[in-house]
């Protein structure tokens, strides 16, 4: 299912999509979102990937915690305006009980943006995950976005911890939520 642009590149959504098939993901829980649309749209095409909607983002890290206990290798895909809505279920669920997914943010606040209200908890996130000790990177280089995405799904599954991708618009052609 890889796709390639007008430029001959391979687009953002493809590499990741294959990037996470090659890595064993196997169940994806998000909170629907216009920049990672083209990636759900990709795994819900997908009848090897369990994928489910949630309604609220602390939901979705009950049911990516859920998926892992169940022996699924999960991921959670949100925008970082609902990241603020997850921070007790982090605290209280994924981090003390080492439960390992990958967890995919689409930024607010940051670079392009129109709604003032994102700018505030858009910038607090990368110093959010770390106060909760998550690591996380940023995803800005398509030509070194598969590498990251492997040795981060590599290091979740290595450490029982969930680790984060910030995916930037400079990685999605400058498209924000």
Known sequence: ??????????????????????NGIDFVAYVPDLVLAPLCARLEADAAVTTVIATREEEAVGLVCGAHLGGKRPALLLQSSGFGNTLNAFGSLALP???????????????????????????????????????????????????????????????????????SPLLTGGKDG
């Open 1 to 22: 299912m890889t796709a390639e642009t007008a430029a001959g590149a391979t687009p953002w959504d493809a590499t990741f999509y294959d990037r996470l098939k090659a």
């Open 97 to 167: 009980y080492q439960v390992p997914f990958l967890l995919v943010i689409s930024p607010r606040g940051i670079m392009n943006e129109f709604n003032p209200v994102q700018v505030p908890l858009g910038r607090a996130v990368p110093a959010i995950l770390d106060a909760l000790g998550i690591q996380h990177y940023t995803l800005t280089d398509p030509a070194r976005a598969g590498e990251i995405v492997d040795r981060t799904i590599k290091l979740i599954f290595s450490t029982r911890q969930p680790a984060a991708l910030l995916v």
